[in-house]
Each structure stands twice: as C-alpha cells, then as structure tokens.
C-alpha cells in the first residue's frame, strides 16, 4: 500500500486543504461485458463516446463513438454498428437530453470538428437515430477536446486546442443553423484533451495530460480560478485523456500512461477511491482495454445488460482488429472498489 497526499479543492472560496489517503499501488482487475464493432479507419481512429439513454426502452439506447479520421458511428448496447456518418475528423463528443431550443425539447451531441475548425452539432430522435444538424465555426487552430454544460435552460460548450487555450460558449440553434456566442476564455499551461461538467453542482473538470485533473466553476459569471483534484504520479500516469461523471458522485478518469482508470468522489475533498484496469476475457472472447483515449459513463439503469449504469472505454489497440470501444457495468467497478451504493442519479 502507498500513502498519497491529494490537494482538495473548495471550489469558488481559494481554499485548499492536504488530505493523506491511501489507495493500493495495484489496480483492480475487471473484464469488459461487451464490445462494439471496430471503427471503418484503421490506425488511431476511436476517440470519444457518449451514451444515449432511451427513457421509454432504456434496451433500445445508443452509444455515439468518433472515429477521428472519418465521422461518428452509432452503436446499439450489443456493440452493432446501426448507423455510420462519414461528416470528417471528429476528436471529442458530449451530449445533453431534454435542452429547449426552438420551441421544443431536443436531445443534441456535439463534436469537436478538426477538418472544419468548429463544432458539430447532431440531433438524436426518439427513436436513437442521428441526425447532423450543422457546424458552428470557431476562430481556434487545431481544436481538440470539448464537453457540454447545462446551464438553466441553456447548453453551454467548453472546447480547448492543443496549446493549452480553452473558450467557453453558449450554443444556440437558429434556422440557418448552430450559433455560438463566446462568454469566457482561459488558458492552461500545457495540452489539454478531456474535460466534464457537472450540471447539479456547477463544477468543470479538466484534464491537463501531462500534469492531472483541476476542478474549476462552470458557470459563465464565476471566475476562471482552478485548483488540482489529482496528479498525474503514480497510481496514475501522463498522459491523462478521457473523464466522465457518474451522476454527482463519481469522477472517471483514463491514465493512459499507465492503462488504468482511476475513481474519484466527484464532491471535496475529491478523494482517490482506487484504480482499476480491464485485462483479456478468453472466455467471453473480449480483449483488454489499453492506451485509452475518451471514456464515458451513465448512471441511468439499462435494463438487464447494464443496470447500475454503463461505462465505455476507448480501446487504442484491439489488435489484429481496428480500434473499438469497449462496455462494462457499473455496478461491478463499484463492487471491485468497495464502493457500494451510490446516492446520485442522473
């Protein structure tokens, strides 16, 4: 066992404290519980997810994978291919439910688009099916990861480069399309790539990949100070790519240095619940997970397969095949880390 200090943000207050917690130098072993079909692009192609939840048949849900060298795939929970959209490079995606744009409730993913320089705005229907709905340009070079914030009944949009520059908009759908309006602008020090935002509590989290995970206020008023949840030091490792929120109790976070994941509270002081790693299943017939990009989580139940909720994970190397994504339950990264019960839900 190594005994580790973490700095504890208090968000908004400048306060920071030094807690000592202990987590076990080895990750926790698990399997996947599915895969999806490999992307259309061979060589470093799968990036991002998100996950589509079907409230009226949660069985009938969608995980939306990039496939950076060509467009976005669209995958049911068994990992079939459903529908493929060959709209160019797309890095990252995020999606929200329910936001109110024009009259009606719509369900929206957006994508950071490196061919166009810009945002990529899909719709999906009641029925999980895809649609683009535009491109929102952005006066950023070599745009790279985004995430999505839903503030009251807007959607607002942190995207960053890979210099280190991040903007923050709100993100509007006008007849002639997507329509972004800049409200605040930062800078970090070096490459960043995956950030989250939680919507209850007003928290953004970013990933610095070579230096760990701050936590700063989302809210477009608030200001752009930021204090480091975690490190990338042992038991993580640079570079630190993909973060995901389960609810508002858990922080996912890939250390790709190291091919782990590691579970934080989402709340402060932002504790080290453990790490954990996804190794070969043979009898399954599902490979191990390794030099991941993106990660996504959802708390929603999906019925049978996955009722505590559903992780992906990008797998960067799925050899001999080309790079998929891979699925497991929740429940079991809880189970495996002695986490029991949570107490938020989507």
Same mark, same amino acid.
């Given at each position: 066992?190594?005994?580790?200090?973490?700095?504890?943000?208090?968000?908004?207050?400048?306060? +920071?404290?030094?807690?000592?917690?202990?987590?076990?130098? #080895?990750?926790?072993?698990? %399997?996947?519980?599915?895969?999806?079909?490999?992307?259309?692009?061979?060589?470093?192609?799968?990036?991002?997810?998100?996950?589509?939840?079907?409230?009226?048949?949660?069985?009938?849900?969608?995980?939306?994978?990039?496939?950076?060298?060509?467009?976005?795939?669209?995958?049911?929970?068994?990992? *079939?291919?459903?529908?493929?959209? !060959?709209?160019?490079?797309?890095?990252?995606?995020?999606?929200?439910?329910?936001?109110?744009?024009?009259?009606?409730?719509?369900?929206?993913?957006?994508?950071?688009?490196? $061919?166009?320089?810009?945002?990529?705005?899909?719709?999906?229907?009641?029925?999980?099916?895809? %649609?683009?709905?535009?491109?929102?340009?952005? #006066?950023? #070079?070599?745009?790279?990861?985004?995430?999505?914030?839903?503030?009251?009944?807007?959607?607002?949009?942190?995207?960053?480069?890979?210099?280190?520059?991040?903007?923050?908009?709100?993100?509007?759908?006008?007849?002639?399309?997507?329509?972004?309006?800049?409200?605040? #602008?930062?800078?970090?020090?070096?490459?960043?790539?995956?950030?989250?935002?939680?919507?209850?509590?007003?928290?953004?989290?970013?990933?610095?990949? $070579?230096?760990?995970?701050?936590?700063?206020?989302?809210?477009?008023?608030?200001?752009?100070?930021?204090?480091?949840?975690?490190?990338?030091? !042992?038991?993580?490792?640079?570079?630190?790519?993909?973060?995901?929120?389960?609810?508002?109790?858990?922080?996912?976070?890939?250390? *790709?240095?190291?091919?782990?994941?590691?579970?934080?509270?989402?709340?402060?002081?932002?504790?080290?619940?453990?790490?954990?790693?996804? /190794?070969?299943? !043979?009898?399954?017939?599902?490979?191990?997970?390794? /030099?991941?990009?993106?990660?996504?989580?959802? +708390?929603?139940?999906?019925?049978?397969?996955?009722?505590?909720?559903?992780?992906?994970? *990008?797998?960067?190397?799925?050899?001999?095949?080309?790079?998929?994504?891979?699925?497991?339950?929740?429940?079991?990264?809880?189970?495996?880390?002695?986490?029991?019960?949570?107490? $938020?839900?989507?």
């Amino acid at each position: 066992m190594i005994a580790r200090g973490w700095l504890l943000p208090a968000l908004g207050l400048g306060l +920071a404290a030094l807690l000592v917690t202990t987590v076990s130098s #080895e990750p926790t072993v698990l %399997v996947a519980q599915g895969e999806t079909t490999p992307v259309e692009s061979a060589g470093d192609a799968a990036d991002d997810s998100a996950i589509w939840f079907n409230a009226s048949h949660p069985g009938d849900s969608r995980v939306l994978g990039t496939d950076k060298q060509r467009g976005l795939e669209v995958y049911d929970l068994k990992g *079939q291919r459903v529908q493929s959209l !060959p709209v160019g490079r797309l890095n990252n995606i995020d999606l929200r439910q329910g936001v109110p744009m024009q009259g009606r409730h719509r369900d929206l993913a957006v994508a950071t688009h490196r $061919d166009e320089g810009g945002l990529m705005v899909f719709e999906i229907g009641r029925d999980g099916r895809v %649609v683009p709905v535009g491109l929102a340009r952005m #006066e950023l #070079e070599k745009i790279y990861g985004t995430c999505l914030y839903r503030h009251g009944d807007e959607l607002h949009v942190f995207t960053n480069t890979m210099d280190g520059r991040y903007q923050h908009h709100r993100l509007e759908l006008a007849d002639a399309g997507p329509e972004i309006t800049l409200l605040r #602008e930062f800078r970090l020090d070096s490459q960043p790539e995956g950030c989250v935002a939680d919507d209850r509590t007003e928290r953004l989290f970013i990933g610095e990949e $070579d230096v760990g995970v701050w936590v700063m206020a989302a809210a477009p008023e608030a200001a752009t100070t930021r204090e480091l949840v975690v490190r990338a030091e !042992p038991p993580l490792a640079a570079d630190i790519e993909g973060l995901a929120l389960y609810g508002s109790d858990f922080l996912l976070v890939s250390s *790709q240095g190291n091919h782990r994941f590691a579970v934080l509270d989402a709340r402060p002081p932002y504790r080290l619940q453990g790490t954990f790693r996804v /190794d070969a299943d !043979p009898v399954a017939g599902f490979g191990d997970v390794r /030099d991941t990009d993106g990660v996504a989580v959802s +708390a929603h139940g999906f019925g049978s397969d996955f009722p505590q909720g559903l992780v992906v994970l *990008q797998d960067g190397r799925n050899a001999p095949e080309n790079q998929n994504f891979k699925y497991l339950h929740w429940g079991r990264v809880l189970e495996a880390l002695g986490l029991g019960e949570t107490t $938020d839900r989507e």
